[in-house]
Each structure stands twice: as C-alpha cells, then as structure tokens.
C-alpha cells in the first residue's frame, strides 16, 4: 500500500475507534449505568514507555489489585484515540489514573526549575482535554528532576558506584538566585492549577532528603528540583535500589526504610515513595534494581515500617519484561517487618549531604 493511502487508512481506523468509545461511553451515562467510581488504594504504579493498547490489557489486572494507574503523557500525545482509549477504559474499570506529564526530549524531559513555562503549557493544554473530553483524570504528577543530558550522566554515575562522577554535574547547576526564582514561580503555578481543579502531586530523587539539617536548599538547587514551600498535595521519592551502585552492592530494604522514614517525618501524611526499578525499563535506567520479586516485597515492608501508607512502584514496562503483572502485584502487602541494619545506607546518604557543604 503507498505511504499515503497507508497513513490515511491509518487514520480512519484512529477516528473510527475513537468514535465508538464516546459513543460506548455516552450510552453508559445516557442508560443510567454511570462510570463506577474509582477504587481507593494504597498502591500505584507508572507506564512510562508502553504503547497505551498494552496499558489497556493491563487494566483488568490493576483493577483485580486494586493498583492505581500513573501514565506517562507527554505533549504529543494529547488528543489522540490511543490516550483517550485507554483512560476511559480506565473509567470504566474504576482504575485511577494519574497523568504523569513529561516534555518532549528536545525540552528536557523532566520538569526542573529550568522549563516551567514549556511544562505549564503541557499542563493546560492537557487539562483543557481532559475535561473537554470527560476523561476523568483529576491528578497530575511532576516528575522533578535534572534536564534529560544532566539526568543521564547523574544515572551513569550513580548506578555504577561512581558518586564522584556525579558532583560535577551537581556543582554546575548552583544557582541560588535562579533557584529561588524557580521555586516563587513554581509555588504560584501549582496554586493556578489547583484553582483550575486538579490536585498536583510531585516526584523526586530521593537524595533531596538529605538536604535537610540546616537553612538552606542546596540539594534541591543543585538537582534543579525545587520541592519545599510549595503546595503539592503527595510529594513523593524514587527509592530505587539501581540508583544506588551496582547490582552486586544493593542497599537492600533498610535503603527504603530510612529514606522512607525521613519523607514522612518531613512531609507527613503527603509522603511516599517510589520503589524500583522492576527489571532495566526506564528513560536513563542501566541496570536492574529488582529482578526477583521477594525483593519488591521487601522494599514494600520497608516503607510501612518507617510509617508510610502508600507506595507507588516502577514500572508496568519492567513488570511485563520480568513475569508479567500478575506476578509483581499479587501478595504485596503494605505490612511492617524487621529490617536488618546497614552502615552503607548511612554511609551513602552522607555521601549526599556533604554535597551541602560544597
């Protein structure tokens, strides 16, 4: 078939799909059969790079287990049958949904205190859709991180045991005055948007966390990240055992439980964590930091045991790369245990702090 004919009959099957689910949709609301209302759940989990058709077979099985859905979207994607596809298969699936927003590579990827103005853009325009097309979405994440080339050389560094590597990088994005700029306009963008009606959650590197003991916000500046004084309603923190040296030299669960424990005592009830990476998948992940899920489990236990009630895991992708779904998410249970010390968990976040005293 000619490239054209190709496109166009691609097209067509687009705009007839997308037909048939408002029309699905609308005879569900008109019949007095109303979407159900999304289950509450002390767990959720991220699709980064996964074609939204697998999303949607994966749909039934996070309603099974009552696992939230947070979804990757980036600008290019709105407004297009396969998004719009699987989150109102989502509604009627009482999934939650949580659009993860990210930028275009050439923007940095990431929301940092460098692209604000290009994000907010990607968020108005997502809500307007959102709510144009009853979609059901009602929170939105902020990734927080570095720029995607800073972001990548962080991820060379720190998941192969080479933290020295990683202080130039860090040392370079100094910008007291920029940052505190960053962090005024930030805090006043998040307040639009909750007026606009949604509710705005952030993620972040955990190693933010070891910023705190003094007056400032070194940390936070030098990972572009600004989180403090501003109104996020979750604040959460990518524990992920790979970013912590080599596969050989994991942290293991007392990694989760202190870094846990320092989001709660700072952030209360808003705290959460990331817990990960399920096998290699992700944006600038190298290694895996779970292959086994008894570790997955583990982890989880660590975070109730430092308080926490509710944890987020990455990712769907590595899931179905390492035994499917169902094996990662069956029997994951939010219950305390007994976690083993480990002087190398203190060791390597004062390995962090002393970046504050550079």
Request: aromatic share 8%; hydrophobic share 45%; charged share 25%.
């Amino acid at each position: 078939m000619p490239a054209k004919a190709s496109k166009n009959a691609n097209a067509l099957r687009d705009s007839t799909k997308r037909f048939a689910l408002v029309v699905q949709s609308a005879a569900i609301v008109g019949c007095g059969y109303p979407f159900p209302e999304p289950f509450a759940s002390d767990r959720a989990v991220y699709s980064e790079s996964l074609a939204y058709e697998d999303v949607e077979i994966e749909l039934p099985t996070l309603a099974t287990h009552e696992t939230e859905l947070i979804l990757a979207v980036a600008p290019h994607d709105i407004g297009t049958g396969g998004l719009e596809s699987v989150l109102l298969a989502a509604r009627r699936h009482g999934v939650p949904v949580r659009a993860w927003l990210v930028l275009d590579d050439s923007f940095g990827y990431w929301p940092s205190e460098r692209n604000l103005a290009d994000f907010t853009d990607h968020v108005e325009e997502f809500w307007s859709w959102n709510e144009r097309a009853e979609l059901g979405v009602a929170r939105i994440v902020v990734d927080m991180a570095p720029q995607l080339e800073d972001s990548v050389r962080l991820a060379a560094a720190l998941e192969n045991d080479r933290f020295d590597d990683a202080i130039p990088v860090l040392v370079e994005n100094r910008d007291a005055e920029g940052f505190a700029a960053a962090q005024a306009d930030w805090a006043a963008a998040v307040d639009d948007w909750h007026k606009g009606g949604m509710l705005v959650d952030v993620v972040a590197l955990p190693h933010l966390l070891d910023d705190f003991g003094d007056d400032d916000l070194d940390l936070q500046d030098m990972f572009d990240s600004p989180i403090d004084g501003i109104d996020w309603d979750d604040v959460g923190f990518r524990v992920q055992q790979n970013l912590y040296g080599t596969s050989a030299a994991r942290l293991g669960p007392e990694l989760v439980r202190s870094y846990a424990a320092s989001a709660r005592a700072r952030y209360g009830a808003r705290a959460t964590v990331v817990l990960g990476t399920i096998g290699d998948a992700g944006k600038t992940t190298q290694t895996a930091g779970h292959v086994e899920v008894e570790t997955l489990r583990a982890d989880a236990s660590a975070a109730a045991t430092a308080g926490l009630a509710r944890v987020q895991l990455f990712s769907l992708d590595g899931m179905r790369e390492e035994g499917g779904s169902v094996h990662w998410l069956a029997d994951l249970e939010l219950e305390p245990a007994e976690i083993a010390a480990n002087p190398a968990v203190d060791q390597a976040r004062a390995d962090v702090a002393a970046l504050d005293a550079m």
